[in-house]
C-alpha cells in the first residue's frame, strides 16, 4: 500500500520549539548541504543512477539526488524519542511508543526510505506537454497504430513503477520486485509497499520492518487506530450501509484516534513524522493511513 496523506505541506500547525524542532532544524540543515554537495560531485550520485539501468527514462541530476536523500538513513541523528513495542491495537503487531513527552508540532521521529517506490507518470506527462507545444498539431490519427507493438511498450513503459534501494541496505536483505509488491507468503511476509507512505505525487519511501534498531528512523512502525473498521467490514455489511457511509466513519475515527502525521522535511528530501496533538511519555503514536490504503488491504 501507499500511504496517501491530506497535504504534502513541509510546515505543520502548532508551536514546536522543544527537541524535535532543534533536530528538524539540524537535519534540514545537513540535507540542504548534503543536496548541494550531490550536485556539485555527480560521482556520488551513481549508485542510484545504475539502479535505472532497466529504465528507458534518463533521471535529472536533481531527481538523482533527491532519490539518494530520500533513501538514506542519515547517522548520527539525536532522535530518540520513541520506542517499538506490542501495540495497544488488536492484530496490529508492533507499534509505535512514546518515550518522552513530545508536544504537537514536534518532530517525533523519520520514515525510513530502505526502498523508494517511484511513479514517473506524473514527470512524463509533464515532458509530453512540454513536447507537444513543440510540435506541430496534426489531425490525422490513422498515423498511429494503437495496436503497434512498439506504442503498446511505450505505453507500458510509461506507467511503470520503479523500486529504488537505499545503498544501506545490504544486497541479501533486498527483495525482488513481485516481492515487494506481493509479499512472501511461505515466509508469512507482507508486501513491503504495506509499509509505504507518500512523500509526493512522484515518490513513496518504503520502511523494512528488519531494519528496527534506529528510533531515529522508526515512523514505518505507526499504525492506524481506525483500521478495524474497514477490516471488520464485510460485504453485506458494506452493501447494507454503503461504502460512502464506511469511508466517513472510518475518517472520523481515524483522525480523532491518530496524534501524528507524516510531513516532507527540506523541500521532499526526507519525511517525518510530528505530533499533530500533545503525546504523553508511553502513549502509542498513531496516524491515519487513509481510505485508498484499506480499500486496497487484501482481506479488507
Known sequence: RT????????IIDGPSNGNGDSTLTKICHILQNLQKDLLANPSKLQPILEQHDDDDREPTPNELAKETLLSTRLPNLLLNRTCTGPSTIEGAGRGLFATEDIAKGELITCYPGDALLCDYSELEEEDFDEDDEEEEDFDDEEDIDFEDDDYCDEEADYIEEVVLWGEHVDATDRLEE?????GIVDEDLPPLTSYAAT???VYSVMGMPILDNNPAYYSHFANDGAGHIAIQTGVADAARRGIEEIISSYVSESVELSNARHKPIADGLHLGTFASKDIKKGEEVMVTYGPDY?????GG
Open 3 to 10: 500511504i496517501h496523506h491530506s497535504s504534502v505541506d513541509s
Open 199 to 201: 512523500v509526493d505525487d
Open 294 to 298: 484499506w480499500m486496497n488491504f487484501e
Open 178 to 182: 513481485d516481492e515487494v509488491f506481493d
